[in-house]
């Protein structure tokens, strides 16, 4: 238990410490990948609920670490994910890209609107068309593609456990 | 037993017909013989001679071809090894120079002190902008310090100071507000970050000038911030609403915090108040 702790705290830390350093100086604005977003989005659509949730809350406080804004607000974005990348998670498509691809593209858009949501009622000045527009669009684009890119060599280090099909 | 006593006469006559061929050789008698047996075998002599070199010339070629090979590996190797040593040069002659516009900024104002720090980290929120440092209140910084760049232009202020690590918030965040003043027409403002990551100078009376173009400095007003910091340039004057009482105007930042690296954190300077 401690291990996984360790390991996820690890694996976190670096995705975050990554996200702080060599992504901005990489990627010009707008719009990023997010990879802490793609760690956590993996393991709550390739784990048990619970285990998205801890990953999230961990990697949403290594976020907000190297963040200028409140402690808590990327851990909240990232928990609105859980629900959508695990409830996706069911065998419908296995085997192809298309709910990963789904996941990402769904829970960036969740993910940075709860964000958003969350500056504003902090009274930070957030403007929604302009976010929509140069923060989440091209973030969906990037996590969508590193999502594809990531998830095979993902699935294969972890297969994804059985569950019932929808109504099954 | 028959081969066996034949085998003597044999040699014999072998020896013997030789010594008669080289007899007539020497007299020249077998010259026309040989020169007809040699006719068609000229040609096939040629052929074969040149086939024997062009073999000798394509191993030679396969043997070159190899130590060429070699060669190229070597000197792409030598490039790729000189190419990584001139960006290695450039990135430190472009830090060198850095540095040195910081110290001159230093040595031209020996009122005010100064920490050095270099840029560690950027924002992981996409709604804010944010630059971490690798100083903090151990060498000195506090909430509220204005931070340079070379060209003493104003890139933020402190938003936090830890022990060895502090957050800048950037003039273009959201959050942000300076008091500002322009170079040529000596009108003055606030100029405000926003959502967008650029800059809007706001609050400059109507009946002042604002011309683009024209540099927009700190005004010092509030004594945390030294005047005449370099914020950027007026890039367009926004057209007033009927009913609005102040003037407004789009600044293009003097520097993009992206490629900054080194910076000075302002500590104290002649007519600084603490912060509140």
């Known amino acids: 238990m401690r291990n996984r702790i360790g390991w996820a705290a690890m694996v976190l830390g670096l995705a975050a410490l990554l996200q702080a350093t060599w992504i901005p100086l990489g990627i010009p604005e707008p719009g990023r990948p997010n990879l802490v977003f793609l760690v956590v989005a993996t393991v709550a659509f390739l784990g048990s609920r619970e285990e998205g949730l801890a990953w999230a809350v961990g990697g949403g406080l290594w976020l907000d670490l190297f963040s200028g804004g409140p402690l808590g607000v990327s851990a909240l974005a990232l928990l609105a994910v859980v629900p959508l990348a695990h409830g996706l998670s069911r065998p419908v498509f296995r085997g192809r890209l298309v709910m990963p691809a789904a996941v990402a593209a769904g829970g960036t858009l969740l993910m940075e609107g709860v964000r958003g949501i969350l500056l504003a009622v902090l009274q930070y000045p957030v403007d929604p068309g302009y976010a929509l527009r140069q923060v989440i669009g091209p973030e969906i684009l990037w996590n969508t593609m590193g999502m594809l890119a990531l998830y095979p060599a993902l699935r294969r280090l972890r297969p994804r456990p059985e569950r019932p099909a929808l109504g099954g | ?276």
Do not use: C, K
């Open chain 2, 1 to 276: 037993m028959r081969a066996g006593s034949r085998r003597p006469w044999n040699a014999g006559l072998a020896i013997g017909l030789s010594l008669v061929l080289l007899f007539l050789h020497g007299l020249g008698w077998l010259q026309p013989v040989e020169e007809i047996v040699m006719i068609p075998l000229t040609p096939l002599q040629q052929l074969l001679s040149g086939a024997g070199r062009g073999a000798l010339e394509a191993f030679a070629f396969l043997r070159e071809i190899r130590t060429l090979r070699q060669e190229v590996q070597r000197l792409r190797d030598q490039v790729e090894e000189l190419r990584t040593e001139n960006l290695r040069l450039q990135e430190l002659e472009a830090e060198n120079a850095e540095l040195r516009a910081l110290l001159g900024i230093a040595q031209e104002n020996p009122q005010t002190t100064f920490v050095a720090a270099t840029v560690i980290g950027y924002e992981t929120n996409p709604y804010l902008r944010y630059l971490i440092l690798d100083v903090g209140t151990r060498q000195g910084v506090r909430e509220g310090m204005p931070v340079i760049t070379r060209g003493s232009a104003l890139i933020g202020r402190i938003a936090e100071a830890g022990l060895n690590r502090s957050r800048v918030r950037l003039l273009t965040d959201a959050g942000s507000q300076v008091g500002a003043l322009l170079q040529t027409s000596r009108a003055t403002g606030i100029v405000i970050g926003q959502p967008d990551g650029s800059l809007l100078l706001d609050f400059v009376n109507p009946d002042e000038e604002i011309l683009p173009g024209d540099t927009v400095l700190t005004s010092g007003i509030g004594g945390q911030i030294p005047r005449a910091l370099v914020i950027g340039q007026v890039t367009e004057r926004l057209s007033a609403g009927g009913g609005e009482p102040f003037q407004r105007a789009r600044v293009r930042p003097a520097v993009d915090p992206r490629r900054i690296t080194h910076v000075l954190v302002i500590t104290s300077f002649p007519g600084m108040e603490s912060a509140p």
